[in-house]
């Protein structure tokens, strides 16, 4: 069993930053690659960002390419996504995801082993 508790989000002006960040407990935590996904009013949840726990590598959709990155600290189990530049369309809450199954992150919603509550993230324009 993993939980996953986000926090970092809030009201922001476009092109501004923010970090959220992702803490993750229970066991073997390494063996999880972690995803961020983002959820807007009245559309599907999608892929934002990933990070590989087989070698830390990082994959980012296109949306946010440039724009976010994300990191993991394994010393205190927290995932953590940096947003630069932020824009209107990337109002949304954003949830953490936990995948152990997949050899390498799927950036799919489906497979994703478990997930937290989400934080809300808003950018006025």
């Known amino acids: 069993q993993v939980q996953l508790v986000e926090s970092g989000g809030g009201l922001v002006q476009t092109g501004d930053s923010l970090e959220l960040s992702c803490a993750a407990s229970?066991?073997?935590?390494?063996?999880?690659?972690i995803e961020w996904f983002r959820q807007a009013p009245g559309k599907e949840r999608e892929f934002v960002a990933a990070?590989?726990?087989?070698?830390?590598?990082?994959h980012y959709a296109d949306s946010v390419k440039g724009r976010f990155t994300i990191s993991r600290n394994k010393g205190n189990n927290t995932t953590y996504l940096t947003m630069n530049g932020l824009k209107p369309e990337d109002t949304a809450i954003y949830l953490c995801?936990?995948?152990?199954?997949?050899?390498?992150?799927?950036?799919?919603?489906?497979?994703?082993?478990?997930w937290g509550q989400g934080t809300q993230v808003s950018v006025s324009a």
């Open positions: 995801a936990a995948d152990q199954t997949n050899t390498l992150p799927t950036r799919l919603a489906r497979f994703m082993d478990y």
């Open positions: 229970g066991r073997n935590l390494h063996t999880y690659h």
């Open positions: 990070i590989s726990a087989k070698d830390s590598s990082t």
